[in-house]
């Protein structure tokens, strides 16, 4: 039986609605993380937080605690462009983590990790390839990521022009960089909630939405996995 660990950083409602929740809830070095088991798999959802220091850390935690043989990252971010409108639902193939910045002493590009050839962060391929044969209508993106809400056009408008970015959030680079550390493969599905000239408002106002669709392709894409 495959063991799964699932990252969600504000969306957990959705999981607890769609699965049931408190009776299958444990305390895991400081995080909430609750059990899940079908006949294919047993998946082990632990709700982060916001921001890429809780996501890293919780992402260890699933692959040190639960020995988990891939990570699943759904959630809710921030369109960048006009084609991300409201709940279009998208795959992250590379992540940017822009607030990175080693300029000041290797003239290198904001974003730019030692460890990689280029500023993007890549996600698992094979899963990427296969989350695309099981759902093709899934968009294909690049996230930019870091520890801020980009609430304004001008900003979201920006992040596309520097990085080529379609959608932003607050947590991808972290999960990605510690699976990509541990050798555990990872697969990051969101849907949108906010449109570029969305912010605060407009994501308060769909988050439950959007999580709902994004959790409900994910389990999809999971059910099929070989």
Not at 20 to 28: A, D, L, P, S, T
Not at 109 to 124: A, N, Q, R
């Amino acid at each position: 039986m495959k063991s799964i660990g699932m990252l969600v950083a504000v969306e957990i409602s959705s999981v607890l609605s769609r699965y049931g929740g408190e009776g299958r809830k444990e305390v895991k070095h400081g995080f909430n993380v609750y059990n899940y088991e079908t006949a294919e798999y047993t998946l082990h959802v632990v709700n982060s937080g916001v921001g890429e220091l809780a996501a890293a850390a919780a992402t260890q935690m699933l692959i040190d605690t639960y020995n988990v043989e891939m990570v699943v990252n759904f959630g809710v971010v921030g369109g960048l462009t006009a084609e991300m409108a409201q709940c279009r639902t998208c795959i992250v193939e590379k992540i940017v983590h822009y607030d990175f910045d080693l300029s000041q002493i290797d003239p290198v590009p904001v974003g730019k990790y030692p460890d990689y050839d280029d500023i993007f962060i890549p996600t698992d391929a094979k899963l990427f390839k296969r989350a695309l044969e099981i759902e093709p209508e899934l968009k294909p993106v690049i996230c930019a990521s870091a520890d801020k809400f980009v609430g304004t056009a001008e900003g979201k408008k920006k992040l596309n022009e520097l990085y080529g970015a379609e959608i932003c959030e607050m947590e991808a680079a972290g999960i990605a960089l510690t699976c990509n550390r541990c050798g555990v493969p990872f697969l990051s599905v969101k849907t949108v909630s906010d449109s570029i000239d969305g912010g605060a408002d407009e994501f308060y106002a769909a988050v439950n939405e959007s999580s709902a669709i994004c959790l409900e392709i994910t389990e999809r894409i999971i059910k099929e996995l070989k």
